[in-house]
């Protein structure tokens, strides 16, 4: 019975408070961008997300024996019906409906806010939680693939329906992706690529044929390819550039203005190629170049390379000749084609760097002082986070920087203590601690009638490289390291934490460190876009605590500290990061000034940062390892 209520309450908080927290919660927060009111489009939207989320719930109770509860998850795996041919039918149809309710009411909070913050808490839950789960529950059990989704591996002929489930998953998320970048509208701050002498390049209305022809020829390729191996490869290498290209979509506010058609035989159809790609944003770099140069690369066994990439280079001359595309466009194409289009050997040599640093544990020990080399990168973030606050945000005096900055540092030390100090580990700093211990000094510095949200705003942008940079540092200690996994990175030296208190030598580990690291990258460069927009102070610091759980709570589902305490069945810190975003989602809806935008660094902002830099050197690098006095090692 007590289950039954549980489950009730579960059922309830998910499916019924939450949206409506949400919707209430977007709309609580001014946002000057385009609303889309297609109302028509809109309801049939949100009909076939309704209809698709039910039939998840439905299959899942029938075939799985549940309902889409993870707190009390179906006992057996559910993969046919609905599942077998949509991924997370019961997510993607609720997305779907949440789409199409706001293009029903125009809601602009809704499209802008409330979407993104709904996947973000979708993809949260499925690769920091339900996808290890399944994979602890079900050991070895790996039901059909959906329909639309990435092949099966093996070396079975690829059948017709599976090539255009493929084509539907690589092509979908493009058009998403895309279609929201356009429908976002021209950037305030754009910046224009041509170069004076392109606007004179004529424009030859024929060349529409050689131009419009990826339309046609890529989804094409996907039905062509039989190879199991090489679609597989083709959807991962597409997904792999729709997620980079958007990324720079949003956050490089280049655009490359339409030239208008010459009067000739192929002019409308130009005008409406035109009209169709309005605004003429999303273009730097070319996808319409990629796409071709992927769609070469894959029919690599099938045609010649003088066809293959003779047609892609043409496409690339018609994207110049029928004025779409700038020469930048298509170099900035060409360039991240050349970098990414073998990602497996890239991913490898992040790996093997990240080896390499796992196994740097260096030390000099000078009389009582024992130096260690990883307090160089506590240091280099420290310095770097400094100086992006102090230039960001323009402060004259550096005193109240520095207040929140020692907060932190001090909390940090405390927390861990508390959390997980251990006699092998008796200084230990944690993150969460100094999150808390920012907020302790922003609010002395409130207190004090100072401008806390200029600050909060300042550290919150400085956050992501602070975090990256101090991921090397773990790498290097041994600390946030992940469980062990078939394919990860190795640490044999004795010193790191991954074999002085896990035990873990020799054994391939998850490189959460560098999942953090991507992350922090990704999210880093989201909140120096809002900041050079002029955003909310307090929207710029929430976005980042929401970020910061988002990527915290999918890291954990992979880190592997024995030391780590679980609380209801969840790591502590998966916890702790479902309260900060929830706690940026608080902050985004305190008023605010706007961000001042970005400032030249100055010449003195750099020699105060050396002090917050030697201090956290000195803090997690030097430590007396013959002590026996508290917070005098930093290991064993």
């Given at each position: 019975?007590?289950?039954?209520?549980?489950?009730?309450?579960?059922g309830?908080?998910?499916?019924?408070?939450?949206?409506?927290?949400?919707?209430?919660?977007?709309?609580?927060i001014?946002?000057s961008?385009?609303?889309?009111?297609?109302?028509?489009?809109g309801?049939?939207?949100?009909?076939?997300?309704?209809?698709?989320?039910?039939?998840?719930?439905?299959r899942?109770?029938?075939?799985?024996?549940?309902?889409?509860?993870?707190a009390?998850?179906?006992?057996r795996?559910?993969?046919?019906?609905?599942?077998?041919?949509?991924?997370?039918p019961?997510?993607?149809g609720?997305?779907?409906?949440?789409?199409?309710?706001?293009?029903v009411?125009?809601?602009?909070?809704?499209?802008?806010?409330?979407t993104?913050?709904?996947a973000?808490?979708c993809?949260?839950?499925v690769?920091?939680?339900?996808?290890?789960?399944?994979?602890?529950?079900?050991?070895?059990?790996?039901?059909?693939?959906p329909?639309?989704?990435?092949p099966?591996?093996g070396?079975?002929?690829?059948?017709?329906?599976?090539?255009?489930?493929?084509?539907?998953?690589a092509?979908l998320?493009?058009?998403?992706?895309?279609?929201?970048?356009?429908?976002?509208?021209?950037?305030?701050?754009?910046?224009?690529?041509?170069?004076?002498?392109?606007?004179?390049?004529p424009?030859?209305?024929?060349?529409e044929?050689?131009?419009?022809?990826?339309?046609?020829?890529?989804?094409?390729?996907?039905?062509?390819?039989?190879?199991?191996?090489?679609?597989?490869k083709?959807v991962?290498?597409?997904w792999?550039?729709?997620?980079?290209?958007?990324?720079?979509?949003?956050?490089?506010?280049?655009m490359?203005?339409?030239?208008?058609?010459?009067?000739?035989?192929?002019?409308?159809?130009l005008?409406y190629?035109?009209l169709?790609a309005?605004p003429?944003?999303?273009?730097?770099?070319?996808?319409?170049?990629?796409?071709?140069?992927l769609v070469?690369?894959?029919?690599?066994?099938r045609?010649?390379?003088?066809l293959?990439?003779g047609?892609?280079?043409?496409?690339?001359?018609?994207?110049?000749?029928?004025?779409?595309?700038s020469?930048?466009?298509?170099t900035?194409?060409?360039?991240?084609?050349?970098?990414?289009?073998?990602?497996?050997p890239?991913?490898?040599?992040?790996m093997?760097?990240?080896?390499?640093?796992?196994?740097?544990?260096?030390?000099?020990?000078?009389?009582?002082?024992?130096?260690?080399?990883?307090?160089?990168?506590?240091?280099?973030?420290?310095?770097a986070?400094?100086?992006?606050?102090?230039?960001?945000?323009?402060?004259?005096?550096?005193?109240?920087?520095?207040?929140?900055?020692?907060?932190?540092?001090?909390?940090?030390?405390?927390w861990?203590q508390?959390?997980?100090?251990?006699?092998?580990?008796?200084?230990?700093?944690?993150?969460?601690?100094?999150?808390?211990?920012?907020?302790?000094?922003?609010?002395?510095?409130?207190?004090?009638?100072?401008?806390?949200?200029?600050?909060?705003?300042?550290?919150?942008?400085?956050?992501?490289?602070?975090?990256?940079?101090g991921?090397?540092?773990?790498?290097e200690?041994g600390?946030?390291?992940?469980?062990?996994?078939?394919?990860?990175?190795?640490?044999f030296?004795?010193?790191?934490?991954?074999?002085?208190?896990?035990?873990?030598?020799?054994?391939?580990?998850?490189?959460?460190?560098?999942?953090s690291?991507?992350?922090?990258l990704?999210?880093?460069?989201?909140?120096?876009?809002?900041?050079?927009?002029g955003?909310?102070?307090?929207l710029?610091?929430g976005?980042?605590?929401?970020?910061?759980?988002?990527?915290?709570f999918?890291?954990?589902?992979?880190r592997g500290?024995?030391?780590?305490?679980?609380v209801?069945?969840?790591?502590?810190y998966?916890?702790?990061?479902?309260?900060?975003?929830?706690?940026g989602m608080?902050?985004?809806?305190a008023?605010?000034?706007?961000?001042?935008?970005?400032?030249a660094?100055?010449?003195?902002?750099?020699?105060?940062?050396?002090?917050?830099?030697?201090?956290?050197?000195?803090?997690?690098?030097?430590?007396?390892?013959?002590?026996?006095?508290?917070?005098?090692?930093?290991?064993?």
């Open positions: 019975m007590k289950k039954r209520i549980l489950a009730a309450l579960y309830m908080v998910w499916a019924i408070l939450a949206p409506a927290f949400l919707w209430w919660w977007c709309h609580r001014p946002l961008l385009p609303a889309v009111h297609v109302p028509l489009a309801w049939l939207l949100t009909i076939c997300g309704l209809c698709l989320w039910l039939s998840g719930v439905s899942l109770r029938t075939e799985g024996g549940g309902l889409p509860m993870n009390f998850p179906p006992p795996l559910a993969v046919g019906g609905i599942y077998s041919i949509f991924p997370h019961i997510y993607t609720f997305g779907a409906a949440w789409v199409g309710m706001a293009f009411t125009g809601s602009t909070q809704a499209l802008w806010l409330g993104p913050v709904l973000l808490v993809l949260g839950l690769w920091g939680h339900e996808r290890p789960d399944l994979a602890r529950r079900f050991p070895g059990i790996s039901g059909p693939r329909w639309i989704g990435i099966a591996s070396n079975s002929a690829v059948s017709r329906h599976e090539r255009l489930g493929a084509m539907l998953a092509v998320p493009w058009l998403i992706c895309y279609g929201g970048v356009k429908l976002l509208g021209a950037y305030p701050d754009a910046i224009e690529t041509r170069m004076p002498w392109e606007w004179s390049v424009i030859q209305g024929w060349t044929l050689i131009y419009s022809s990826p339309y046609l020829l890529v989804p094409w390729t996907f039905l062509l390819i039989s190879d199991r191996c090489e679609l597989r083709l991962q290498r597409s792999l550039f729709t997620g980079i290209v958007t990324l720079v979509y949003l956050v490089a506010p280049f490359a203005a339409f030239r208008p058609p010459q009067p000739g035989l192929f002019a409308q159809w005008r190629e035109q169709a309005w003429p944003v999303a273009s730097w770099p070319s996808f319409h170049v990629i796409w071709t140069l070469a690369q894959a029919l690599a066994g045609l010649p390379p003088w293959r990439y047609w892609a280079t043409s496409v690339a001359i018609t994207c110049l000749s029928t004025g779409m595309h020469v930048a466009d298509l900035a194409a060409l360039l991240l084609w050349m970098a990414l289009r073998n990602p497996g890239v991913w490898r040599r992040l093997a760097v990240s080896e390499r640093l796992a196994n740097a544990w260096r030390c000099w020990e000078l009389g009582p002082l024992r130096i260690i080399s990883h307090g160089l990168w506590a240091g280099l973030a420290a310095a986070g400094f100086l992006v606050v102090m230039s960001a945000t323009a402060q004259q005096f550096p005193w109240p920087a520095l207040l929140v900055f020692l907060c932190g540092l001090v909390c940090a030390g405390l861990a508390w959390v997980e100090g251990s006699a092998a580990l008796s200084r230990p700093f944690g993150y969460y601690g100094a999150v808390l211990g920012a907020a302790l000094g922003l609010a002395l510095l409130a207190l004090a009638g100072a401008d806390w949200a200029l600050l909060a705003g300042g550290f919150a942008l400085a956050a992501a490289p602070i975090q990256a940079l991921r090397i540092r773990c790498l200690q600390c946030c390291h992940g469980h062990p996994v078939s394919w990860g990175i190795k640490v030296n004795c010193h790191s934490r991954v074999v002085s208190l896990a035990g873990l030598m020799g054994v391939p580990l998850h490189p959460t460190a560098l999942y690291i991507l992350g922090n990704v999210s880093g460069l989201l909140l120096a876009r809002l900041w050079a927009l955003a909310a102070l307090t710029v610091a976005t980042y605590l929401m970020l910061a759980g988002v990527l915290r999918v890291e954990e589902a992979y500290e024995p030391q780590t305490l679980r209801a069945g969840l790591p502590l998966q916890w702790l990061a479902l309260t900060s975003f929830l706690a608080v902050l985004c809806l008023p605010s000034a706007a961000a001042p935008g970005f400032h660094p100055r010449l003195w902002d750099g020699l105060w940062a050396l002090l917050p830099g030697l201090v956290c050197a000195g803090a997690l690098g030097v430590d007396f390892p013959h002590s026996k006095w508290r917070f005098s090692r930093l290991s064993g």
